[in-house]
């Protein structure tokens, strides 16, 4: 069992900067994959970002304005977010996962075990 504690979330004008942060409970947390992953109102939940043993995965709406993170010492990892924009609004979910036989299985909700309870995110024009 992982428990998973999102922070960091808040309002923020477009353009602005904020940084997420999920703890995890799990003594082994080097062992998992990690993913962000975000719901906006009226949406289906969607992939943000994985951070692997040896990669990192970004959806193509936040490259090169997001980047994940982990310090396994601390077991947390995080999502620096940057140019934010109001279509950046939503709950963020951070999540845990197994080992998979490709990176690409990391990108699919259905593929994580855990979840934390999100965080909100709002972005204002």
């Known amino acids: 069992q992982v428990q998973l504690v999102e922070s960091g979330g808040g309002l923020v004008q477009a353009g602005g900067s904020l940084r997420l942060s999920c703890a995890a409970s799990a003594r082994t947390f080097s062992r998992y994959a990690m993913g962000w992953f975000r719901q906006a109102p009226g949406k289906e939940r969607e992939f943000v970002a994985a951070?692997?043993?040896?990669?990192?995965l970004y959806a193509d709406s936040v490259k090169g304005r997001f980047t994940i993170s982990r310090d396994n010492a601390r077991n947390t990892v995080y999502l620096q977010m940057n140019s934010l924009t109001p279509e950046d609004t939503a709950v963020y979910y951070c999540?845990?996962?197994?080992?998979?036989?490709?990176?690409?299985?990391?990108?699919?909700?259905?593929?994580?075990?855990?979840w934390g309870q999100g965080t909100q995110v709002t972005v204002s024009s």
């Open positions: 951070i692997t043993w040896t990669s990192t």
């Open positions: 999540a845990s996962a197994g080992r998979k036989s490709g990176d690409y299985y990391y990108a699919r909700s259905h593929e994580y075990d855990y």
